[in-house]
Structures are given as C-alpha cells and as structure tokens.
C-alpha cells in the first residue's frame, strides 16, 4: 500500500511538473506576443509623430502660398489698370504724330503695341485662371500658381523664387534668364535686399536671406529612431540646406542623440563632435560631409 501511495504522488508531481512547464512555455508565447506589439506600437508612435510633422509642414507650406495667391490678386488689379492705362496712351500718342512719312512707322508702333497689350492680356487671363484653381481647391493648383508666377508674375517675385529654387545665383544668370537688363536686375535685387529677402555675396552672387536658409532640425522626430535612420534622416538634412549654423544643430543633435543609442560608439561619437566643432569655426564642404556621414553609418551599423 505504500508503494501505491508513493506511485500516485509521484504521478500527481509529474502532472504538476508538466503543468508547470506548459504554464511556463504559454508565459514565454504571450511575453513574445507582448514585446511585438510593444514594438509595433513603438513604431506606429512614430509613424504618427513623423505625419505629425509632415501635416505641420504642409500647412507652412499652404500658408506661404496663400500669402502669394493674395499678393497675386493684388497684383492683378495693378495689371490690369496698367493696361488700360497703356492703351490709352499709345492711343493718344499715335493721334498726336503726322500721318504723313510716318505713316509706315506708326503701323509698326501699333502692331508693337498690340502685341504687348496682347501679351499682357494673356497674363492676365492665365493668372485668373489659375487663382480660380487655388480658390477651388483644385490638387495641384497651389503648383501652377508658383509657375504662373515665376513665369510672369512681378520681376522681383520671381527673381525670389528663381534664388530661392536655386539657392544660387549670380546676377548676369538672373538678367539673362529673365531677360532683364543688368541695371534693371540690380535694381530689384537691392530692393529684395532691403526687404531681407536675399543677400548678396562678393557684389555678384544672390543667396537666399538667412531666414530661408534656416532650417529647424528635427529632434523629437529623430530621438526614436534607430541609429541607422538618424544617419539616413542626417544626409537628407543636408540636401535641404548649407546654412553653417542649421549643418551645425544638425551634428549636435545627432551627436546627442547617438550618445545615448550606441553603446559602443565613443570613438564614433566622439569624430561627430569634433566635425561640428570644426564646422562652427568654419563652413566646410557639404559633399564631403555627407561622405563622412555615410562612413560613420556604416560603422555605426556594425556595432549593433
């Protein structure tokens, strides 16, 4: 009988034993299942917090073009007024003059004139129709409006969008791209520069003001990435700017934030730092900048 009763106990712990273990092997299931939701919600925090940013950006954006789109309409009154204006006056001019051996030479001044009223009514309409896009709502209208306006629109606008599209250029291109005389150019660049809307370097180069070439850097957007991702995030940076100051806040941030993410990365971190402080005392090459940052990517990848 003590035998028995060793057996069953025996059985009663092996059944336990195996309960256990099932029990076990089901906290290990859901302890997986638990980190990857963990980490699927970590990564969908992010996804919202970049569209966060990207719905903030465009907003900027639709706000820049409105402000255009307004100054537009004003300008289309002026337009308009001009031409009536200019048709007044060739009028008067032409009765004024003889119509004898000028008779051939008044032709040629009308057909001259026409075409310039012509050419302005033309503008007008094109600006109408696309102002009527923008109001509507239509997709893409905010992106013609910006064509219409470099196209035709006032020289100083777009001289504006051509410096701010370019983020160079030297007044003899602005002057031959727009048909401009130099003197002209000249004129509406030093208007662009009181108004602080460009600068002018070495009497010939046109840059963007200070204010267009700062870029924010995009720390909370960056902190939760992975080590791979702020480098990738980092060279982008760079095509958008080559403002000293906004490369250097860049590199500082970077700095800061892998300091945290790579255990093993003091040397890296540590050439970071000395890049940036290289470039807050001088403004280096971008193109050898972005090179360095693809090696430090590789390197950082192979430490994780």
Same mark, same amino acid.
């Given at each position: 009988?003590? $035998? ?25 299931t ?8 963990? *980490? ?21 954006? +639709? ?8 100054r ?6 002026v ?8 048709k ?8 004024? *003059? ?12 009308l /057909?001259?004139?026409?075409?310039? +009223? ?13 102002? $009527?896009?923008?109001?509507? !709502? ?8 910006? !064509? ?26 602005? /002057? ?7 003197? *002209? $150019?000249v ?9 602080g ?7 010939? +180069? ?26 990738e ?7 958008? $700017? ?14 800061? +934030?892998?300091?945290? *993410? ?30 360095m ?12």
């Amino acid at each position: 009988m003590g $035998t028995n009763l060793s057996d069953d106990l025996n059985e009663r712990l092996r059944d336990k034993t195996i309960q256990i273990v099932s029990l076990n092997q089901k906290l290990e299931t859901l302890q997986a299942q638990l980190g990857g939701s963990q *980490k699927r919600a970590n990564q969908l925090g992010d996804q919202v917090a970049l569209l966060e940013a990207t719905l903030a950006q465009k907003d900027s954006e +639709i706000q820049i073009l409105t402000s255009e789109l307004s100054r537009t309409k004003g300008a289309l009154g002026v337009v308009g007024k001009e031409v009536q204006g200019m048709k007044a006056e060739q009028t008067q001019q032409l009765l004024k *003059k003889a119509p004898s051996s000028n008779g051939f030479l008044m032709r040629e001044e009308l /057909a001259l004139s026409k075409q310039r +009223i012509g050419s302005l009514e033309e503008d007008l309409k094109r600006f109408s129709r696309v102002a $009527t896009l923008v109001l509507n !709502e239509e997709k893409g209208a905010l992106e013609k409006l910006r !064509e219409v306006v470099l196209e035709v629109g006032d020289p100083k606008y777009r001289i504006l969008n051509m410096v701010l599209n370019r983020k160079s250029m030297r007044i003899d291109e602005i /002057a031959a791209t727009l048909v401009l005389d130099i003197s *002209k $150019t000249v004129e509406v660049v030093d208007s662009l520069q009181n108004a602080g809307e460009v600068e002018v370097k070495d009497g010939s +180069i046109v840059l963007p003001a200070k204010k267009y070439r700062e870029i924010q850097v995009p720390r909370e957007e960056w902190f939760p990435m992975e080590p791979d991702a702020i480098f990738e995030s980092l060279e982008e940076f760079l095509i958008k $700017t080559d403002d000293q100051e906004s490369i250097v806040n860049a590199l500082e941030t970077a700095v800061e +934030i892998l300091e945290q *993410k790579l255990a093993r990365g003091g040397a890296l971190v540590f050439q970071m730092r000395r890049t940036a402080d290289s470039w807050k005392k001088q403004i280096g090459s971008v193109e050898e900048l972005r090179y360095m940052i693809r090696d430090w990517r590789g390197r950082a990848n192979s430490m994780v």
